[in-house]
């Protein structure tokens, strides 16, 4: 058997796992989230959640990924297998898996939006539209993407075609892009009259706001899943991670980095929003209609509007990426004969052909509403219960603690956190989605 590509650096492991979590959870969910919810004190009690999230669930998701060498399939089987129920760990590996080709299939569709608007941005004809009608003409409008669609599926298929060596290199340089392109917006916006009054409000907490159970719930769900915490698309990144590396020291830099790129994408949206004195959008709103029409009215616009749109799609490819390669790395573990590269062919028109006619029959907003109600948050529940329930303790905590050089060693506290803090939290996202139908 071919011998598995890992990550050649610590470096190269960090971003992609930052660039497979930072998407639209951070671009115009967050923003959103924290300016709907009391802005500081919906920012602390996230930046909790975040700080647990990536110390226990996303270290626990690496850790089987590297344990099993193997993606979401064999991880689930080896976790179950420890208690000699391999066949039903096999089996619940599937939902996990199909969650994450159904939410690419539409995530390809939103970045096609993306590249058409970075295109019109480039043009200039962005900064003459109506944004309301203009987007209408064509999330609303049968087939009107296709072009685009071709561009993103195949871009993102190249950067997976040689598995964790090419996966490392594109992240290596669209993850540093996408953070310097929105630091410098975050930079111009700061210069518009009244961005100080966005500043206030993310940054002073109205602690009142915290007596409403929704916005500690939205809190914990939208730092949930800012950090890809799916049972699934985690665990391809621990399967590429090198023996010596520390997972919870890059589980820690992981959410570091991920709750940058959101609160620059909240310095950037928040103060301009203020500035201009709109209505906050989520969503597709905010990045089609309102940030164009923002753009518009703001001196060098059109260079700005290039800058974000380039910025967001840097985002937006390394996160499908990271679901392409989930799919792919599972196949291939199932059957290798296949080969990657008919196997990403395979995975490319899946996801196309569903996502061409979606616009125009199944409709990519409900179907991602879909997505993330029912398949994302089972799927994370039954990893945080077949990682801290059901696989075998030692065997996780014997992955955790191996790593080259210094540092502590985690036992008994981290585990318990694990099961007994992480694993209900995750269960009550799960039934917040289910009862409720919020699509975090």
Known sequence: MKERSIFKS?????????????????????????????????????????????????????????????????????????????????????????????????????????????????????????TDTWFESFAFKDFSVVPFHVVVIALTLLTCITGARSIERANKIMMPLFFVLFVVLAVRVAFLPGAMEGYKFIFSPDWSHLKDPKVIVGAMGQAFFSLSITGSGMIVCGAYLNKKENIVYGAKQTGLFDTIAAMVAALVIVPAVFSYNMEQAGGPGLLFVTLPRILQEMQGGRIFAVLLFLAVFFGGITSLQNMFEVVCESVLHKIPRFGRRWVLLGIGLVTFIPGVFMEAILKWGPWMDLVSIYIIPIGATLGAISWFWIMDKKELMEEINTFEGGGKKYGNLWHSLGRYLYTPMAIVICIVALVFKVAF
């Open 10 to 130: 610590k470096w190269g492991f960090i971003l992609t796992a930052v660039g497979s979590a930072v998407g639209m959870a951070n671009v115009w969910g967050f923003p959103f989230k924290l300016t709907t919810n009391g802005g500081g004190a919906f920012l602390v009690i996230y930046l909790v959640f975040i700080v647990i999230f990536s110390y226990i669930g996303l270290s626990a998701e690496y850790a089987i990924g590297r344990r099993a060498k193997t993606g979401t399939l064999g991880a689930y089987q080896y976790a179950w297998e420890t208690r000699g129920m391999g066949k039903v760990g096999k089996f619940l590996g599937y939902l996990p898996l199909t969650g994450s080709l159904c939410i690419a299939i539409g995530y390809a569709v939103i970045i096609s939006y993306v590249l058409k608007s970075l295109v019109q941005a480039v043009t200039g004809s962005l900064m003459t539209v109506n």
